[in-house]
Structure formats: C-alpha cells, structure tokens
C-alpha cells in the first residue's frame, strides 16, 4: 500500500469515528416518538413532526450495524438494536409483508406503496444487522424480504419492476422520486438490488439467491452498461429498451465496485473477469468525463457533456471507493490520485465545520446548498460512513 493511500485511510478512518460517528450518534434519535428524526436542516434544526421515511431509516440500520461489526462501537450496537426494532415495528407490513415507504412523525403509515428500491434496502439493513450480530430474525427478516422482490421480477424480459401498492400489485406511478422518470424499469433500483442480495448472500449462500445474483449482473452486463459509452443507462422499457441518455456519474462509479463486489462474491473467475473488465472501463470513462477541475464529481452528463453541474455529497462518496477498488484492480496510480483528490474536495468544500456532518452539496461557484437537508428522507449517513469503512477495509496490498 502506497503512502497516499495509507494516508488516505488515515484521514477518512478519522473522518469517520471523530466527526461522523458522534453525529450520528448524538443528533439523530427521536426521543419522544421512537426510533429517529425525520429532517433536520442544513443549520442543525430539527423538524419535530416531519415524516420519517424507509429510506433513511434503512440505511441508518446498516450504518449502525455495519459500524459495530468494524469498530465494535457499543452505542453504534445500541442504535442498531433501536433501529432495527423501530423498522420491523413501523415500516414492515405485517399482513403482507415489505416495507412501506413513508410514517408519519408518530410512527403510522401515510404512503403505504411498496418500492423495489425500498425492499432492496430493508435486506440490505436487515442483513447487515444479522451478520453483525447474529442476530437470527433479522436474518429470517432478510429472506422474506428477498421472496418479495422476488414478486416483482418480470418473468418475460428479467429484472425488477419498481413499484406496487401495499397488495403488491403494480401501480400506474412507478417514480421513486419527484426527479425520477416514470419507467416500468430502472437502473437505481436494481444497482441496489444487487447490493442487498450481495450482502444476504454473505449470511444465507442460498442457491436461488447465487442464480438471482448472476442474473442481475447479467443484466448490467447485457443491458443496462452501454457497451460503446462504458456509462450506465437509467431508465428501461419492458423489453430494456432504453428510454434515456442522460449519465448520472455518481452511479457509475458506485456501481464500478458494487458490481465486483458480487462478482467477486460468486468465486466464478471466468465472471469475475468479464465484470472487471467492464467495470475497469466503466471507472476510467468516469475519470475521463465525471470529474470537474476542482475534484468534485459533477452530478449528469450526457453525450454533449456536463448536464449538472452541482456537486452533491454522494457521488463524492462513492468516488471515493469507487476510484480506490479500480487501483487496486488496475494499479493505475491515476485512481489513487483521483481518490485523494476527491476526498481533498470533500475536506474544502463539503464538511460543515459548524453544524457537523456533510453539505448536501455544492453549486458550480461555489456556494453550500444550505436549502437542503442535512438529515431527511433521502439524506443519511450510508454513503459517506459506508466510504469512510470501506476505504478503511482495502488497507491491504494492491490486488
């Protein structure tokens, strides 16, 4: 391991237990209605009686848990435990199982739909919480979430539809969010598919799971990477037709390690070489095109070049991992800079030095997006915390 990467994981291992941890930690728990704050804003207020929704509350669950497995932290232990009661309590269906997608402050369902993408995440949670301490519903939580997925697979052209109602039939509105288009099929929501099922399969080596798993990376391979671009494509007819140019450059470097993640799962060589091939490529076609002159990754491109030009935390975060998984696969000493390099403009641009936690993000000039959340429905700690473990994890020769 280089010099700069060790210093890399030096800092972000501080990152992590120094100012993100007692964050998370201290600021976040609902002490009056149970389990945690629904928003909080970019100054640290808190909004008392704003909703809760499955998204953050899942990924704080894998935060917590994933935290305690690494650095045995008893309060992240705590938290994970209050986390995963207050989702299995609240969010998941007890008549027809998933989870649903929005509470309201006090704990009740107001959006009962049933997302793919927020299946995905509950298994995800629910997985980690189980191989981090054993604990044995949580895993048998994991594995009825997985045969509701299931459910939505489309047995004619493969992959996941992205919506129903709470009686699992599919809705006319598919989005995941206001931002999203309304498609029967889309790359987000199986990325973190593959996510959930890679980390289930860590806990549970189920057969069916192993072929579900080579299935999806199939389908990244076959459909949803564009074979002449090397970027992912986001949004699918039925038939994976698709429906959409732009490049969220965030997701293609995320996915650049999740997809040799599970790869790499499987112990397929011949697979394995296929994806990291791919996925090589896919990462060296976003340093080329992702990346500002600051460091900062740019949120959409298309063939044209840049779309958005803001810079929000995750993608940052990702990039992070992202860039230090294709050094180790490549020793291209390029990534490692570039890692190095983003994480510097997280450190200028992006850590909030006065009301902790990251910014949302920056503007093209400049500017912090204090309009945004600094804890909401879409913005937790899995993508900053889950970078600062993983860099931490690849302290280890180059591959």
């Not at 899942?58 to 986390?83: I, S």
């Not at 995941?176 to 099922?197: C, F, I």
């Not at 450190?347 to 500017?367: A, K, N, P, V, Y």
Request: charge should be negative; charged fraction near 25%; glycine fraction near 6%.
């Amino acid at each position: 391991m280089t010099d700069a990467a060790t210093t890399l994981s030096r800092v972000m291992r501080a990152e992590l237990v120094d100012r993100l941890l007692p964050f998370w930690t201290q600021r976040v728990l609902d002490h009056r209605h149970g389990g945690f704050i629904g928003r909080m804003a970019s100054d640290g207020v808190v909004a008392p009686r704003a909703d809760k929704g499955v998204i953050l509350n899942t990924r704080l669950l894998w935060t917590y848990a994933a935290a305690y497995r690494v650095l045995g932290n008893a309060k992240c232990k705590a938290l994970a435990d209050r986390a995963y009661a207050y989702v299995d309590k609240h969010f998941r269906d007890p008549v027809h199982d998933g989870v649903y997608w929005m509470l309201d402050y006090t704990g009740h369902a107001i959006d009962d739909k049933k997302q793919t993408y927020a299946q995905a995440f509950a298994i995800y949670a629910y997985s980690e919480y189980a191989r981090a301490t054993g604990h044995e519903a949580a895993q048998a939580a994991a594995v009825a979430l997985y045969r509701c997925v299931e459910r939505c697979w489309d047995a004619r052209h493969g992959g996941y539809l992205e919506g129903f109602t709470r009686t699992w039939v599919p809705r006319a509105d598919m989005r995941l969010s206001d931002q999203d288009r309304n498609v029967p099929k889309g790359m987000n929501t199986h990325l973190h598919v593959l996510e959930a099922y890679t980390n289930l399969y860590r806990i549970w080596p189920d057969a069916g799971l192993q072929h579900r798993l080579r299935l999806l990376l199939r389908l990244f391979l076959d459909h949803i990477i564009d074979a002449q671009t090397h970027h992912l494509r986001s949004y699918f007819a039925l038939d994976w037709a698709p429906l959409d140019t732009t490049v969220s450059c965030g997701h293609d470097i995320e996915a650049s390690w999740l997809l040799y993640e599970a790869a790499e799962l499987l112990d397929d060589a011949s697979l394995l070489r296929e994806v990291q091939s791919r996925i090589v490529t896919m990462a060296r076609a976003t340093l080329a095109e992702g990346f500002d002159s600051d460091g900062g990754v740019l949120n959409e491109r298309d063939g044209q070049g840049p779309l958005d030009t803001d810079k929000h935390w995750w993608p940052q975060a990702e990039a992070i991992v992202g860039c230090l998984n294709a050094y180790h696969l490549t020793h291209d000493p390029a990534f490692l800079t570039q890692a190095t390099t983003t994480w510097r403009f997280v450190e200028q641009h992006l850590l909030d030095r006065t009301h902790g936690e990251w910014f949302w993000g920056i503007s093209q000039d400049g500017t912090p997006m204090l309009e945004e959340d600094k804890v909401g429905p879409w913005k937790g700690p899995y993508h900053n915390m889950r970078a600062c473990l993983e860099v931490m994890a690849r302290m280890m020769p180059p591959r």
